[in-house]
């Protein structure tokens, strides 16, 4: 039996020694000091506020280095309803992070519109303008379930190629850096989507 | 505090020709209100304010309601005295129309407490105050054209995904789905 | 044993030097080999408060406002003094307590001064 995993072998034939050690090295690194972006839009914020605070203490993931600015963020928190009005300057922030950058949508605002959906001024769900690494479903959930995602994501992270086909997409020129930002229309965010990013889920129905 | 109809009498003896009717609120517990003329609304609110027995010096409340069948939208102010103690005393203010002729006075020279409220009332409603010290939108952007809160609205069409539709909301879904699948 | 009394400085220099140049060479390489840039409008934008900077940044101030800060200044370094002042007050000589009356006396009198200058009226 092997001491290599099957998949550590099939990386390791693809990628070589060398990068596959420093993707590791890298990876490792970057999951354990993942900083996010401080802002808060909603009630979520609130319970994302008590994650960071001693009782759950974010800081055991190394996320505890809550940004003032985007400059030096990795981690974009959608912690709440984003409406409309808003929905351009959380745009333009997600923009002016530096790759590797991710985001986690929290809470049902975020990541459909949620109590909120119907109403006129509410974006139904950010990913329509910006790619969500990691949705957490919850009105407003829980510190834990905010340290899980936070978790899935460190997960997510230490499994990204820095080669190859299936390279995260910071490691690949061909993916854009910026997301173009909605402006304000006479009726709507123009435009309401961004149709390459953002398509309906295909729900089964019986007609 | 005097009965509205009280109130209503003094007020048509100190202004003989404004026209102000006492409109009967279906529910009981709750105190009719006093529909004024807009052309001496501003007036009437400084009367209100400054007499002796009403004192009603706090407007804690304006909103609006649109009355599409009717024809009109309404604002209305509910006051209240902060000396005196005592209120609310409800008044409203009626457009001519819905979408030509939606000027009202603006009360807020009388209650510094309604700018806020009517700004949002223009933004939602569309109602255009005379005399407010800074009429913009407050909740929408400037270039928004509609008043979301009228009852003929119509939300921008963003409805491919609404996976527990029902009633309106299924129906502008389904418009979707042939698109979608 | 200091026959090259500069060495520690040559060495300290070559220190100084590689110590930034490392982290900004390894980045380089990094963005060789695996991340490429990408550069936009609004990542190299100026303000990062999320939204458009508008106007001019030179734009005319009040004069006023300088002397405001300095009037708000003065007693704020006053209010530094007065504080363990007048916990300590009980068990201050006579001496002490005539110098603290002739120091805030003295921002009186500048305040005295600003007030029938006009400085306080913002208009
Ligand atoms: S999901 Fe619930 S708790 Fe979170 S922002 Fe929306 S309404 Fe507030």
């Known amino acids: ?207 | ?181 | 044993m200091n026959s090259q009394p500069y060495l520690s400085l040559v060495v300290f220099a070559v220190v100084a030097a590689v110590f930034p140049l490392v982290p900004l060479i390894l980045a380089r390489l990094w963005f060789y080999f695996f991340a490429p840039l990408k550069p936009g409008e609004s990542k190299n934008a100026t303000y990062e408060c999320g939204l458009v900077s508008e106007g001019d940044a030179r734009i005319q101030f009040k004069a006023h406002y300088y002397l405001y800060a300095i009037v708000f200044l003065i007693f704020d370094v006053e209010t530094i003094f007065l504080l363990p002042f007048a916990t300590a007050f009980l068990n201050l000589s006579v001496g002490a307590v005539l110098a603290m009356l002739v120091f805030v006396l003295l921002l009186v009198e500048g305040l005295v001064w600003a007030w029938s200058k006009g400085y306080l009226e913002w208009d």
């Open chain 2, 1 to 181: 505090m005097e009965t509205p109809e009280n109130i209503l009498a003094r007020l048509q003896a100190a202004f003989p020709s404004a026209k102000i009717e006492l409109l009967p609120n279906g529910c009981p517990s709750q105190p009719p209100s006093l529909l004024l003329d807009p052309a001496f609304a501003c007036e009437i609110a400084t009367f209100l304010k400054n007499d002796a027995a009403l004192r009603l010096d706090h407007a804690t409340n304006v909103t609006g309601v649109d009355w599409p069948k009717e024809g009109y939208i309404e604002a209305v102010y509910h006051l209240f005295s902060m000396e005196k103690k005592h209120g609310p005393l409800i008044i409203r203010l009626r457009t001519a129309n819905r979408d030509t002729a939606v000027v009202l006075p603006s009360l807020t020279p009388v209650w510094r407490s309604a700018d806020l409220q009517e700004r949002e009332i223009f933004d939602l409603f569309g109602i255009k105050f005379e005399g407010h010290p800074d009429l913009r939108r407050i909740l929408m952007w400037d270039g928004f054209k509609d008043h979301p809160m009228r009852k003929d609205y119509v939300a921008p069409d963003d409805f491919e995904y609404e996976p527990t539709a029902h009633d309106d909301v299924l129906e502008r879904a389904q418009q979707h789905f042939s698109k979608n699948a």
């Open chain 1, 1 to 207: 039996m092997s001491v290599l995993s099957d998949s550590l072998i099939e990386d390791l034939k693809k990628q070589g020694v060398l990068v596959t050690s420093i993707e590791a090295l890298y990876n490792w690194g970057r999951s354990n000091s993942v900083w996010p972006l401080q802002f808060g839009l909603a009630c979520c914020a609130i319970e994302m506020i008590a994650a960071s605070m001693a009782r759950f203490d974010l800081s055991r993931f190394g996320s505890e280095v809550f940004r003032p600015s985007p400059r030096q963020a990795d981690l974009m928190i959608v912690s709440g309803t984003v409406t409309k009005k808003m929905a351009p300057q959380v745009v333009r922030l997600f923009n002016q992070m530096p790759d590797p950058k991710y985001v986690i949508a929290m809470g049902a605002c975020a990541i459909s519109g949620g109590p909120f959906k119907q109403g006129y001024n509410v974006l139904k769900g950010v990913d329509r303008f910006i790619p969500v690494d990691i949705y957490i479903p919850g009105c407003p959930p829980r510190p834990e379930a905010l340290l899980h995602g936070l978790m899935e994501l460190q997960k997510k992270i230490r499994a990204q190629k820095l080669t190859g086909e299936n390279r995260a997409k910071y490691f690949d020129a061909a993916q854009p850096g910026e997301y173009p930002i909605p402006s304000f229309g006479e009726h709507d965010l123009e435009p309401s989507k961004n149709a390459a990013l953002w398509s309906p889920a295909q729900v089964a129905r019986k007609d």
